[in-house]
């Protein structure tokens, strides 16, 4: 069981030459081939992180652009509405001037005319009075 | 030895032969050839897998590919769990190498019956349950500690025994030579222990009775592989960082 001979030493050459022609043939290409991957995956990672970085940034912008348009079109709405409200009450007040004065206008016509109308209806009195005053005188 | 379980009249599926070698005379050196033979079919199979995975590889990865991936990231994070981020990569080669080694043999001894084919002498098992296997691999670790302890702190490595203090000397030198020693021991006592618990229970009782052992004996092949690699990590890991160190690892 325990005899040595020429088998260990030419065992041990044996096993340094296959350990040197796997390094040649396993080790050396299949870790390229490893670290090559893990490179490829890192790079691809990181690309893909940035992008999604940059898509994030996007969003976040769009997102306060569009709350500025938010704010910016209720802005106006209620701006409009104020407008609105402001004609419709200069409009009505407008409209109820108008209908004073017409109203002002007419009564001081209507006025004028139950003035003459009345010294119209006085003078005829007066010389009505008169012609009957002086029928009346006539038989005298 | 254990020759005696090979009974002349028992029943011929399984008899066991442990210390028998194909013996194969190179100059005037003998080498054990069906250790050879099994550790070639193991290299073979690795480099091929590995020529298979690696021909057209592709980011993402399939079939083979994902395969040797899934081993080459174990080796990885073992060796990375061992040594630490900053050291571990020049290491990978040695710790995975070992790793992939020991595990493919210990399964191909466990899986693939070896016992179809005849050889003249001696069977064909697990390059592991060699001694010599596993001292080749337990030296080579032991070197590849001592270079990387040199390297990292050039003869100031020899600091490290006198470190704590100088009385505990002795047995600093001592691990030196327990590291490999268990090392070898572990894999080749475990290794030749479930081959010999397989084939002694094949030889009592044939067919089912063996399959939890051999259940179990893939699992111990598993383990003794990632202990040996985990350890050979350890063992480098220890020679780098030492004790005196300022920069201690969190």
């Given at each position: 069981m325990f005899d040595f001979d020429a088998t260990l030493p030419l065992m041990a050459v044996q096993f340094l030459l296959l350990a040197a022609i796997l390094n040649v043939v396993f080790y050396k290409p299949l870790t390229k081939v490893i670290e090559d991957r893990s490179d490829y995956i890192r790079s691809n990672e990181a690309d893909a992180r940035e992008r999604l970085a940059k898509a994030e940034n996007l969003a976040k912008q769009y997102e306060s652009e569009l709350a500025e348009t938010r704010r910016q079109y209720q802005a106006t709405i209620v701006a409009a509405q104020a407008d609105a409200q402001k004609i419709a009450a200069q409009k009505t007040a407008e409209a109820q001037q108008e209908a004073q004065s017409q109203r002002e206008a007419t009564q001081k016509e209507l006025d004028q005319q139950k003035q003459a109308a009345m010294q119209t209806l006085e003078q005829q009195v007066e010389s009505l009075s008169h012609e009957i005053l002086d029928k009346l005188l006539a038989g005298v | 030895m254990l020759n005696f379980l090979v009974a002349p009249n028992s029943f011929p599926l399984a008899s066991l032969e442990v210390g028998h070698h194909l013996y194969w005379q190179i100059g005037n050196l003998k080498v054990h050839g069906q250790v050879f033979l099994v550790s070639w079919f193991v290299i073979g199979l690795l480099v091929i897998a590995s020529l298979l995975a690696t021909r057209?590889?592709?980011?993402?990865p399939r079939g083979i590919q994902n395969l040797m991936e899934y081993a080459l990231e174990y080796v990885r994070e073992l060796s990375r769990n061992q040594l630490?981020?900053?050291?571990y990569r020049p290491w990978v080669p040695f710790i995975g190498t070992l790793f992939l080694f020991i595990f493919v043999s210990n399964w191909s001894g466990a899986l693939i019956p070896w016992k179809l084919i005849k050889l003249p002498e001696g069977e064909l098992a697990?390059?592991?349950?060699d001694i010599n296997t596993t001292v080749a691999l337990a030296l080579l670790v032991s070197l590849a500690y001592f270079y990387a302890g040199f390297r990292k702190k050039g003869l100031g490595y020899f600091a490290k025994y006198i470190q704590?203090?100088?009385?505990?000397l002795p047995i600093a030198i001592l691990e030196d030579f327990t590291k490999p020693l268990s090392l070898s021991f572990r894999l080749f006592g475990n290794i030749l222990a479930d081959e010999l618990v397989v084939a002694v229970l094949v030889l009592l009782?044939?067919?089912?009775?063996?399959l939890p052992v051999m259940l179990l004996g893939l699992f111990t092949s598993a383990i003794q592989a990632l202990v040996f690699a985990t350890l050979a990590a350890a063992y480098i890991h220890e020679a780098i960082e030492g004790?005196?160190?300022?920069e201690h690892a969190p």
């Open positions: - | 057209n590889a592709q980011r993402v630490g981020e900053k050291d697990a390059p592991t349950n704590p203090t100088p009385i505990l009782v044939p067919l089912f009775v063996p004790h005196g160190e300022e």
